[in-house]
C-alpha cells in the first residue's frame, strides 16, 4: 500500500488536533509507537515515507479508524463512506447541573459542587 501526500497531512492534522485535546506530548506518543521522538516528527513531516504499522499502531492510539481517516483506504473501498459521522459524548459532573450550552465547538456546562466544611 503506497500512503499519498494528502494521507500525511490527514494524519498529521488528526495528530496536531489529537495532542491539543489530549495534552500528549511528541515524546509520550513516540514513546507508545516504539520510536524516537525524531523518526516521528519526520515521519509526520513526510520526511520518511509512511508505513503501514506505524498507520495501524497510531491511528489505533489515537482512536480512529484508518479506513475512515486516510482518503487513499476510503478510495480503495468504493467510496461508499460517509464524509462525516455522528458521535456521542456523556459526561458525569460532581454536582448538579445549572446550565449547558454551546459556543462554536466548545460546550459549556455550569454546575454547583457542594463542599463539605468541617
Request: overall charge neutral.
Amino acid at each position: 500500500m503506497q500512503y499519498t501526500e494528502q494521507d500525511r497531512q490527514v494524519l498529521h492534522d488528526t495528530w496536531m488536533s489529537y495532542k491539543a485535546k489530549m495534552r500528549v506530548t511528541q515524546i509520550e506518543m513516540a514513546k507508545k509507537l516504539g520510536v524516537s521522538q525524531l523518526v516521528f516528527s519526520d515521519i509526520l513531516r513526510g520526511q520518511v515515507p509512511l508505513e503501514h504499522r506505524f498507520v495501524n499502531q497510531f491511528c489505533d492510539y489515537i482512536g480512529v479508524d484508518p479506513v475512515l481517516t486516510l482518503p487513499s483506504l476510503r478510495n480503495q473501498v468504493g467510496g461508499n463512506l460517509p464524509n462525516s459521522v455522528t458521535l456521542k459524548n456523556t459526561y458525569i459532573v460532581d454536582g448538579e447541573i445549572k446550565n449547558v450550552r454551546y459556543s462554536g465547538n466548545q460546550i459549556i456546562v455550569e454546575y454547583v459542587h457542594s463542599v463539605d466544611i468541617h
